[in-house]
């Protein structure tokens, strides 16, 4: 199981980056990989959170038994704590919470704004709960329901964002409400981790940035396209789900955005025909999803259309490595990552980075 955290790429490997998160959260550093749909697996989540962060498990894109057998797995790699990302307007949700409670599960993060009802269900059953917000209103609504704490994730940040930016959102939803905050949307480093503390943040959520270690599962082709994209090649595009969504810029990104209404929705229902093949998934089951999207949401017919395929693009790209037929949901970021080390090379240096972006700090206060 785990091993100490090693911080070769900094110095003093005695002293510990240690903030309020850590310890509502049980983990050593204040990092945590986010869920995302066909990426973060068992054995990413596991790896996280062996290596000192909070790994968490993307459960909005598992069928229920698969995601019993990924809990599972997780702790057969791991003794330590991690999460899972409940897609709030599954129709299976109350089941889903009644499994985190039964399993233990330390913490619940959201795809899809939860409501007040879920936040409570977990609470009253000892999970954690952990939602993400775009906006200042979010953030108070959330924290009026009593959550446990909130990733702030600023509009660099990937799959579906906000409008703000992360260097105004972090400080204004730190200044807003009293739970400890992550801040999300745009790190990979040490330094982008002492500059979250210094806006007031309790830690950094990525998720891209996780995409792109060893341990994540998409094929390593697609890797190779995230390492090419430059900060300029993604775009937020609402031609996906109906939904703003931060992607690589692809031609098919293109196509959609051009097409509209009509041709939209049957270029839509093409795409779950093509991927009907591609894929196990049933005409039935594509239905559910596009209701399950739609629930809470004003979307036209088309747009649900999207809906009901965006899951199967992603996992076209994700899983099976179809780059022409598939979306890539991306941070900015991409455009400054440029490799693919381990889970634990990762935090390890993040935390070395971080402790000498500390020192750089310090020595700068010092009197002449
Ligand atoms: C490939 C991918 C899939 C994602 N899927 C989900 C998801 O299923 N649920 C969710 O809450 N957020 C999802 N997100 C958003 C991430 O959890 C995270 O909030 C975001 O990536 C942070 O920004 P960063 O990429 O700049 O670190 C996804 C992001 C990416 C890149």
Request: proline letters at 5%; glycine letters at 10%.
């Amino acid at each position: 199981m785990h091993e100490r955290l090693d911080s070769s790429a900094g110095p003093a490997p005695d002293r510990r980056l240690r903030t309020p998160i850590c310890d509502l959260l049980g983990i050593e550093l204040p990092i945590v990989q986010t869920g995302m749909g066909w990426v973060s697996g068992a054995r990413l989540t596991a790896a996280t959170s062996d290596a000192g962060g909070l790994g968490i498990l993307a459960s909005g894109t598992m069928s229920f038994p698969e995601l019993e057998t990924a809990i599972n797995e997780v702790r057969e790699r791991t003794d330590r704590p991690f999460g899972v990302n409940i897609r709030s307007n599954h129709e299976d949700v109350e089941r889903v919470v009644r499994l985190l409670i039964r399993e233990g599960v330390a913490v619940a993060s959201f795809a899809h704004s939860p409501n007040e009802r879920l936040i409570k269900s977990l609470r009253d059953g000892g999970v954690r709960t952990m939602p993400t917000v775009a906006a200042r209103r979010h953030a108070e609504k959330v924290a009026a329901w009593g959550v446990d704490a909130v990733i702030a994730q600023g509009h660099e940040g990937g799959g579906h964002t906000g409008a703000i930016s992360t260097s105004l959102l972090v400080p204004e939803i730190v200044d807003t409400i009293d739970v400890p905050v992550l801040a999300a949307g745009g790190f990979r480093d040490g330094r982008g981790l002492v500059a979250a503390l210094a806006w007031g943040a309790a830690g950094i959520a990525m998720g891209t940035r996780f995409l792109l270690t060893q341990e994540s599962t998409v094929p390593d082709l697609v890797k190779q396209e995230y390492l090419a994209a430059a900060s300029v090649d993604t775009v937020v595009t609402k031609a996906v789900d109906g939904l703003p969504q931060r992607v690589i810029r692809t031609p098919l990104v293109d196509r959609l955005e051009r097409s509209r209404g009509p041709v939209r929705l049957a270029r839509a229902i093409g795409n779950v025909v093509r991927l009907h093949h591609l894929t196990t998934a049933s005409y039935r089951a594509l239905a559910k999803e596009g209701v399950a999207l739609r629930r809470g949401q004003s979307l036209t017919m088309a747009q649900l259309a999207m809906a009901a395929n965006a899951p199967l693009l992603t996992r076209s790209a994700l899983v099976d490595g179809h780059l022409e037929s598939g979306i890539l949901p991306t941070g900015q970021v991409a455009g400054v990552i440029d490799d693919i080390p381990t889970v634990r090379e990762l935090l390890g240096r993040l935390h070395g980075e971080a402790l000498a972006a500390i020192d750089r700090l310090d020595s700068a206060t010092r009197p002449a």
